[in-house]
């Protein structure tokens, strides 16, 4: 649970789902219980009530509320996990796998002969080769997928 850096007191004033307005001698200010606080606690406008919560830029999201002797907690939902990667995407790779060998491989296998150094760009390498008397600009990821054989032109 968030480290409630705000307690506040005041009186409900709007009511918009499951974010409200909390009229407080620091003036009138967003706050948000979340939907699952929302099912917690019924509030009504007038209410006056007591928060405790975390600030955000546009909004206090509420981890404490109190209202008369009832108090509740709210606790935030998990965040699920990412999934772990089971294929490369298009541009994955750090510095670590940007292999330019890798790269010069996959445009051969592409069935290009490359010519020159790979040049290393933010997401990709640009290798010049050739393949039936033409001249290509190949685009590799770095995780050796040929994205993209741009002919040069003028240069047949």
């Known amino acids: 649970m968030p480290h409630p850096d705000i307690h506040l007191r005041g009186t409900v004033r709007d ?29 009504s406008c007038g209410d006056s009530i007591a928060i405790a919560g975390e600030r955000k830029p546009s909004e206090i999201k509420v981890c404490q509320l109190t209202r008369g002797e009832t108090t509740i907690e709210i606790a935030p939902k998990p965040k699920p996990e990412p999934e772990p990667k089971t294929k490369p995407g298009k541009h994955d790779g750090p510095e670590a796998q940007a292999d330019s060998a890798r790269a010069v491989d996959a445009v051969r296998q592409a069935g290009f002969e490359p010519d020159g150094a790979p040049r290393r ?35 047949d």
């Open 15 to 43: 009511l918009f789902a499951h974010r409200f307005t909390l009229e407080t001698d620091q003036g009138l200010l967003l706050a948000d219980l979340t939907p699952e606080g929302q099912g917690l606690i019924s509030l």
């Open 121 to 155: 760009k933010p997401k990709h390498f640009e290798i010049d080769a050739a393949k039936n008397g033409r001249r290509f600009e190949m685009h590799v990821t770095f995780a050796g997928e040929v994205r993209h054989a741009k002919p040069r032109l003028g240069a």
